[in-house]
């Protein structure tokens, strides 16, 4: 329930502070007064968006707050969803900087836009004449009767269901387009693998074969230098080995007598030891190298073959060569594997199918079953709203394939009069019929929607006399299960408020300024006949207006 309202610096507003009550409240003012004004500013409090445009003082920022009284547990779980610090009396302001920024806030906590929306659809429905637009839509159709029908927990369980069932279906059609594009590279990438894999590249190949070949290209070289260098270490005339050993001899001959050379003639044993070594190692080598022309041959094909592969494949490497072969094994498997996964997909569509059509259905039954009742009863009140000829019919058709509400299709089809055939309520309704129309239809799913507070903004417009009377009734019954506010230029309605509000236009030298205020006692008689003589205040009119008050 809407418990205040605070206004700053929007259209012709310079601040106001308003509050309000359970209940029918009325809200009436002369034409251009700004009563939809306040419509505008609490609007921006629902997450409608807004710009520079609203400021009556471009200098200034524009402030709209507003406190609710909220206990539905349902308003409650939108808190919980975006972790926001819930209270019975909650505040939600907007503020629209000079620069248009704007910024919200529930309970001083910032919240976005798309968030707002959320939570205010939840607690007011402003219902204005172009709203009446809706009434020709056939979501908003099919919503009427689930409210009815109190279908939100079926709802809820088949647009779960619904989603699954989506989900998979994308992820069957994404495989498919992926399969049916793999199967048009499965030869290519079967020709790259299979060229790869002949060739059996093994990691650290292409350097050894490298290191290979320059050996090879350089073997007279190599042999001429290690056969002189063992000569000079091992020929018989005057090898340094020798030379060495005789050295060492002379040293042991003197090492007992003299201790001073101990240390090197271990030294030159050690020498003596390590010469014999590298000149076995290069004996060794020597023998080991041969210019062998078909060998150099096969290294130069296959370096040859490795390079041609790197360049095919724009890589430096036998390692990234090898990795490209893993990935391609890899995507010829996934490839074969296609066929496996789709399959499962199918079998889990097909039970997924099978578990939304069940729930589709139950949702169908639901709506067939209540859509009698919610004819028998629109038609009754549009005759009491001065239609007595008028005829309501709810179309319902089964559709071709699911949609995130179910597999129905409804239509509103309308006659006002006898004898003609009913058609599309968007062709055949007049303003006047859509706004009796509607209250209708608010009346009948109020209850079952829950929503705190419904604000009809000049529904009753076209309508006077005895149909104005029955639309106050229609919404003074409302108002006993959530608060009711009503924008109304008729006596007949403003009379059956529990509480009475004006708006009104005042203008200094500067600018026009729009104020509100509650009524009391003779404030409201003198308003009330206002609406019925005009500006100038009749005794008769007054009287007429302590009866309208009296009535009601």
């Known amino acids: 329930m809407l418990q205040s309202l605070k206004i700053q610096n929007y259209a012709l507003i310079d601040e106001i502070r308003i509050g309000f009550y359970p209940g029918f409240l009325t809200i009436t003012g002369e034409t251009g007064a700004g009563k939809s004004i306040l419509i505008g500013a609490l609007s921006l409090i629902l997450g409608n968006r807004a710009d520079t445009s609203v400021l009556k003082d471009e200098t200034r920022k524009c402030v709209v707050e507003a406190t609710f009284y909220i206990t539905n547990p349902r308003i409650k779980a939108i808190f919980d969803k975006h972790d926001l610090d819930y209270d019975e009396e909650t505040i939600i302001r907007r503020e629209i900087s000079s620069k248009g920024k704007s910024r919200a806030f529930v309970n001083d906590t910032p919240v976005n836009i798309k968030m707002l929306k959320e939570l205010g659809d939840q607690l007011v429905d402003i219902h204005s004449q172009h709203q009446n637009l809706i009434l020709k839509d056939n979501v908003f159709q099919l919503d009427v009767v689930d409210s009815y029908a109190r279908n939100g927990e079926m709802l809820n369980d088949y647009y779960s269901k619904y989603r699954e069932y989506k989900n998979i279906q994308k992820q069957y059609r994404e495989l498919k387009e992926k399969s049916e594009q793999a199967s048009a590279d499965y030869d290519y990438y079967r020709f790259q693998f299979d060229q790869l894999e002949k060739t059996g590249l093994r990691e650290g190949e292409q350097e050894e074969l490298e290191n290979e070949l320059e050996t090879l290209n350089h073997s007279e070289e190599i042999k001429y230098n290690l056969s002189n260098a063992s000569y000079l270490l091992n020929n018989e005339e005057s090898s340094v080995i020798s030379q060495v050993r005789e050295a060492g001899d002379n040293l042991r001959k003197i090492v007992d007598y003299y201790s001073k050379v101990k240390e090197i003639s271990g030294r030159m044993e050690s020498i003596y030891i390590e010469l014999q070594d590298l ?103 549009l005759k009491e709203l001065g239609i007595p000829n008028a005829s309501f019919k709810i179309q319902r058709t089964d559709l071709a394939e699911f949609n995130e509400y179910g597999l129905d299709h409804v239509k509103f089809l309308f006659s006002a009069n006898k004898n003609v055939e009913l058609e599309d309520i968007a062709k055949v309704a007049s303003g006047g019929e859509l706004s009796r129309l509607m209250l209708s239809l608010k009346s009948t799913i109020a209850e079952t929607k829950a929503l705190p507070t419904i604000i009809f903004d000049e529904i009753d417009s076209g309508t006077s006399g005895d149909i104005a009377d029955k639309m106050g009734t229609i919404m003074k019954e409302m ?11 008729l006596p007949q309605i403003a009379s059956k408020g529990d509480y009475h509000y004006m708006v009104y236009k005042y203008d200094d030298n500067e600018s026009t300024h729009t104020y509100i205020k509650q009524l009391q006692g003779d404030e409201r008689i003198k308003e009330i006949a206002k609406m019925l003589s005009g500006e100038e205040l009749t005794d008769t009119a007054l009287q007429n207006a302590r009866e309208f008050l009296g009535k009601s």
Do not use: W
């Open 279 to 381: 000149s076995n190692e290069i004996e060794m080598l020597n023998e080991n190298v041969e210019h062998d022309p078909d060998r150099v041959e096969y290294i130069r094909q296959r370096l040859d073959d490795i390079y041609s592969l790197e360049h095919k494949h724009r890589v430096s490497t036998e390692k990234e060569l090898i990795d490209i072969k893993e990935d391609l094994g890899k995507k010829l498997e996934e490839i074969d594997n296609y066929d496996f996964h789709l399959e499962e997909l199918e079998k889990q569509l097909e039970s997924k199918r099978k578990e939304l059509s069940a729930a589709a259905k139950q949702l169908s039954e639901s709506r067939k079953k209540n859509i009698p009742a919610i004819e028998e009863k629109i038609t009754s009140m």
């Open 479 to 489: 108002s006993g299960n959530m608060q009711i506010l009503n924008i109304t230029h």
